[in-house]
């Protein structure tokens, strides 16, 4: 397939494009699809500096892709676009974990998606989306956005801030159920109750606290002060977790880790966690580790 059958089609990557203040100035970006899942597998090599080897694996900071587009400063934690590390396509189901930065002024223009349920977490700045359900919506830090592109989608982020950057972590996950009819909904998430303990920000249930996917994983946010002790146990036996440290510094499971390092770990019951500086916020994604 072509690029341009791909971005007509919208199949299971993603066709983006640059879009500046002016239409006249928008311009194709070098973002490309993505590879499809294998059926089984966590397609990482084990973590020999671990204490738990034979089951997780580290993604350091500065191990990560990294695309400078100008407009744009992506990390990829997995393979994504021009950056493709056989070693790093996924952790189970979780398939994409992009940290952006998006320049004033920019973002990206409307493009498609499809059977993908893309999870935006905002961090700093305002981002304004529209897509093709007919939603118009700003997300901001605080924010959890949350779409299921189902049989398919246009949607466009834009950062309409003329004097600051937007940053956000771009999440996606495949789905359980393929098809279904697309959707998009966001939420504002009360801090406090993120104080010193893990905050449910994602579940499998429409019913339950946060936003909800087709896919039974589960995600949590927590702001930690140093040397704090909590324990996560696993939701769904079988599951896998990926944590990634937004700020600051923790131990998991006998592996320290600094700012921006992810941390996968899968066959467990349950993770302990201390941190070990202040002010540290860590995101937990507990996902499936097979199809």
């Known amino acids: ?8 089609k919208g199949l299971l990557g993603t066709g983006m494009f640059v879009a500046s203040a002016s239409l006249g100035n928008t311009m194709k970006n070098e973002i490309d699809e993505i590879e499809p899942l294998e059926p089984i597998g966590y397609n990482h090599l084990p973590n020999t500096d671990s204490k738990i080897k034979d089951n997780s694996v580290i993604h350091k900071a500065d191990s990560r892709g990294k695309a400078d587009h100008g407009w744009l400063v992506s990390n ?14 996924h952790f189970g189901v979780l398939r994409v974990l992009n940290d952006d930065k998006v320049d004033a002024g920019r973002g990206f223009g409307t493009h498609p998606h499809d059977n993908m349920e893309i999870i ?3 961090l700093e700045g305002d981002l304004e989306h529209k897509d093709s359900m007919g939603n118009s919506a700003i997300i901001k830090s605080g924010d959890i956005q949350v779409m299921s592109a189902g049989t398919g989608i246009m949607h ?11 940053k956000f972590l771009q999440i996606w996950v495949y789905p359980n159920k393929r098809n279904v009819v697309p959707r998009y909904d966001q939420i504002t998430l009360d801090k406090t109750k993120s104080k010193n303990r893990f905050q449910q920000i994602l579940s499998p249930n429409a019913d339950d606290e946060g ?5 039974d994983a589960w995600f949590h946010l927590g702001n930690f002060e140093n ?5 996560y ?14 700020k600051g510094s923790a131990e998991i499971e006998g592996q320290q880790l600094e700012t921006r390092d ?4 899968w066959d467990i019951s349950d993770l302990q966690i201390k941190t070990t500086s202040e002010n540290t916020e860590i995101l937990l994604m507990e996902v499936p580790m097979t199809m």
């Open 211 to 215: 936003v909800w996917i087709h896919q």
């Open 233 to 246: 146990q696993v939701r769904k036996k079988g599951n896998g977790v990926y944590a990634f440290i937004l």
């Open 156 to 166: 466009s982020e834009f950062n309409k801030n003329q004097d600051s950057l937007v």
């Open 76 to 89: 990829h934690t997995f393979s994504f676009a021009n950056y493709h590390n056989p070693e790093r396509m």
């Open 1 to 8: 397939m072509d690029r341009k059958d791909f971005l007509k």
């Open 262 to 265: 992810g941390f996968g770990v």
């Open 120 to 122: 935006s977490i905002p």
């Open 227 to 231: 040397n704090t002790e909590t324990n």
